[in-house]
């Protein structure tokens, strides 16, 4: 029998997204979501800037020791206290419900923080936030990745965890305006609080126009709506719809049907339940401590008492620095964003990792010079150490942390798994919140050789255990770790099929819409051709790791390591 093989980059658009409407659409789309990242990074960032401002140390009395790191934690235990539970909301009402819930909580923490008059109100209202958060960050990454176009999704994702630097941008230069515009007042702390309810009204208002996970959908049994989602989106509507469509939706319907048959349990306890997912949450947890544990915490908590510590006390220059390094942050991650399907996701941890452990150490030797010999030269090349440092990590692990994990994850624990990374996020940056302060007093420099052992823990990790996923779909890369065997065509058994009728000349075929509510229909592979397509012939979706086919003499060899869309004649001819 004469075999035709496909896979997904046959049916991908060649033309320019932005050229297609539907892909422009739904681009501008997911700007809603990506929101998300920018309203963590601009709460998570803005007691950075409050505390070098003079009238928030004033009004509050100049907190210190554990009453700082009370307030620098406050937002992570919220999100601790939320996390748990916004995968259940994410996966029973749906993605666009959770994010909604999330924006109403984050909005009246944001109300409360900006009115305070005591600082037990305002750690009370940054717990507040950190709850709302916790559901906002856990489902807007499972809608970008799981509404985006094939070749979109690896930039997209890695762009979400980006954009938390265009909140901290934000964050530093608003504080910055501030304090020039207000000095000492109470209103140069005010302001900058009352602008973080931009994000979350925007959600509210907007959230209910962009279309729903179709994965989520198709989950819920909702496949036509699945299908009509992707079709208006991915294939330019309905009439224009393709097979990408129906690739798409074979794939979702076999991983989902795969998913159940290994775990049908809805607990946490799914994520440990086979060797595959334990390999997959020790990467995710591993990768999350490292993301708070790098030596990043140190600036990006408490960037006023590091840059004390190299003898840098003006408050301008100090909110000048922390400015400047956001956007050199943003930049930096929007680099590696651009580079994740270029160079693939291991040699961007490589890189990372093997930067951070050198230019760290140089920092560390810098540091203390400074406070053993008071070297103003030391000084001047601390400041360009911490950008070089932060061009390492925002390499690799603010665009990739997100991406990765989500990549890794199969659907059934797709946001029990997100949840379970920013849980362990959230709980390493606590611990930091309240150890860093302490120990920089306690033993100043010294502390930061903790930090340069570590970061060779870390380096050895991303040698032994991060695998590369450049290239491959959702579902094919969570297939990796199910150590998912090619089946031979006589043992295809329960294959997702869908039909097409015979087509002429060298390209793809597209599907007829049959049925306004269900044009696409799934059939097993036992059933001859589906009740919507007259043909003799059938294309099934089978686990399949290297696929072969001769087309007019020529040998085509396709690399795809769980499925491939096979097209079949009963005559026993190649139908094109």
């Known amino acids: 029998m004469a075999v035709l093989e496909y896979t997904i980059a046959d049916f991908i658009n060649r033309e320019s997204w932005w050229r297609n409407r539907g892909l422009l659409v739904l681009n501008i789309y997911l700007i809603l979501p990506l929101l998300s990242s920018v309203l963590n990074g601009l709460d998570s960032s803005i007691l950075n800037g409050l505390q070098i ?30 996390i748990p539970f916004s995968p259940y909301v994410s996966d029973l009402l749906g993605r666009r419900a959770s994010m909604f819930i999330g924006a109403i909580i984050v ?16 750690i009370g209202a940054r717990v507040l936030i950190g709850l709302g958060i916790a559901f906002s960050i856990n489902a807007a990454p499972l809608l970008i990745s799981e509404l985006s176009y094939p070749t979109h999704r690896g930039k997209l994702t890695a762009l979400y965890n980006s954009m938390w630097y265009f909140g901290s941008i934000i964050s530093a230069w608003i504080c910055l305006v501030a304090f020039d515009r207000s000095g000492a007042s109470q ?38 709506q699945a299908a009509r989602v992707l079709a208006q989106y991915h294939a330019n509507g309905p009439k224009q719809c393709d097979h990408l469509v129906a690739f ?83 930049a930096s991650a929007l680099l590696g964003t651009t580079l994740v399907d270029k160079l693939g996701r291991r040699k961007l941890f490589l890189t990372s990792n093997i930067g951070m452990l050198i230019i760290f150490s140089m920092w560390t030797i810098t540091t203390a010079l ?11 090349a601390t400041v360009p150490l911490i950008f070089m440092f932060f061009f390492f990590y925002d390499f690799a692990y603010t665009p990739m942390i997100i991406s990765y994990t989500l990549e890794i994850l199969p659907y059934n624990i797709r946001a029990k798994g997100l949840a379970i990374l920013n849980f362990s996020a ?46 491959r779909t959702l579902e094919e890369t969570a297939a990796l770790f199910d150590g998912v065997r090619p089946r031979n065509t006589t043992e295809r058994k329960e294959s997702a099929t869908f039909s097409r009728t015979p087509q002429y000349g060298p390209r793809t075929p597209r599907l007829e819409k049959d049925n306004t509510d269900n044009y696409f229909e799934l059939h097993d592979s036992s059933s001859a051709r589906s009740s919507a397509f007259g043909s003799p012939s059938h294309i099934e979706l089978q686990e399949y790791s290297r696929v072969q086919s001769s087309v007019f003499g020529s040998h ?17 001819d190649i139908v094109f």
């Not at 401002?53 to 790191?69: A, I």
């Not at 930061?448 to 255990?465: I, K, N, P, S």
């Not at 085509?556 to 026993?572: D, F, G």
Request: overall charge neutral; glycine content about 8%; charged content about 10%.
């Open 556 to 572: 085509l060899e396709t690399q795809s390591e769980e499925s491939a869309i096979t097209a079949v004649n009963h005559h026993h």
């Open 248 to 330: 798409e939706m074979a794939q979702i319907r076999h991983a989902l049907n795969v998913e159940r048959e290994i775990a049908s349990s809805p607990s946490y306890l799914t994520c440990f339940a086979t060797p595959g997912n334990r390999r997959r949450m020790f990467i995710v947890i591993s990768i999350a401590v490292f993301s708070q544990w790098s030596g990043n915490g140190l600036v990006s908590g408490y960037i006023n008492i590091v840059l004390d510590g190299i003898g840098i006390t003006t408050t301008r220059t100090k909110a000048i620095i922390n400015g400047c390094l956001q956007i050199f942050n943003l």
């Open 426 to 471: 959230y709980l390493f940056n606590t611990f930091n919140a309240f150890v860093n302060p302490w120990a920089l007093d306690a033993i100043g420099w010294k502390y930061y050789l903790v930090y340069c052992g570590w970061l060779c823990l870390e380096l050895v990790f991303v040698m032994l255990f991060i695998i590369e996923t450049k290239g």
């Open 370 to 380: 400074f406070e053993e010999t008071r070297s103003t030269v030391a000084v001047k």
């Open 107 to 122: 909005l009246a923490g944001v109300f409360t923080q900006a009115l305070c008059t005591t600082v037990q109100v305002f």
């Open 53 to 82: 401002l003079p009238g928030w140390q004033e009004y509050f009395h100049h907190p210190q020791g554990k009453t700082l790191g009370l307030i620098n934690s406050a937002q992570g235990i919220g999100a601790l206290c939320g």
């Open 187 to 224: 209103w140069s702390w005010r302001v900058p609080v009352f602008i973080q309810a931009t994000v979350p009204v925007l959600q509210m208002m907007l959230i209910w126009f962009i279309p729903e996970s179709p994965r989520f959908l198709a989950a819920k049994g909702l496949e036509s």
